[in-house]
Each structure stands twice: as C-alpha cells, then as structure tokens.
C-alpha cells in the first residue's frame, strides 16, 4: 500500500533529483522510495558502496607495498631526488 507523503525540499535540490530521475527513466517517488529502503535495510551498511572512482583506483598499490609504507615512502623519495 503506498502512502502519500510531504516533504519541504530546497527547490534547487528538487529540480537536479527530477533531471536525475528523469536521465535514469524513474520516477522522483519511485527515486526516494528506494534511497529510504536502502537507507533502512537490515543489511544496509553504516558505510555505502564504494563510487566509481574509489573502484577505478582500488589495487593502486602493491600489497606489500601498503604494509610498510615508511619504508615505501622512503625509497621512493630516495629515487624522486638522486638523480
């Protein structure tokens, strides 16, 4: 059963979530009804899922390279500067 709900929005905000729901085929009711129940899941993370560029850089680095990243920092300064 749906339920009709009020909302006061700032209007700038209301009108870039209409263009983004219109870009995306989905209605603005249908675009808050699932933010709120992603919101509100039993499985819903305290931390949302990573954006595209934290995914785009992910394994920048070595493995072992961000253990001991003194030692990593170091010998990269000693390469940037004995030239």
Request: without cysteine.
């Amino acid at each position: 059963m749906d339920y009709k709900l009020t909302l006061s929005i700032d209007n700038q905000i209301v009108e870039r979530a209409k263009r983004y729901a219109k870009n995306r085929n989905i209605s603005l009711s249908k675009l808050i009804e699932r933010y709120l129940e992603f919101l509100t899941t039993d499985g819903a993370s305290e931390y949302p899922e990573a954006g595209p560029l934290v995914k785009s850089i992910s394994g920048v680095l070595e493995p072992d390279a961000a253990k001991d990243y003194k030692k990593t920092y170091k010998a990269h300064l000693k390469k940037k500067y004995s030239r």
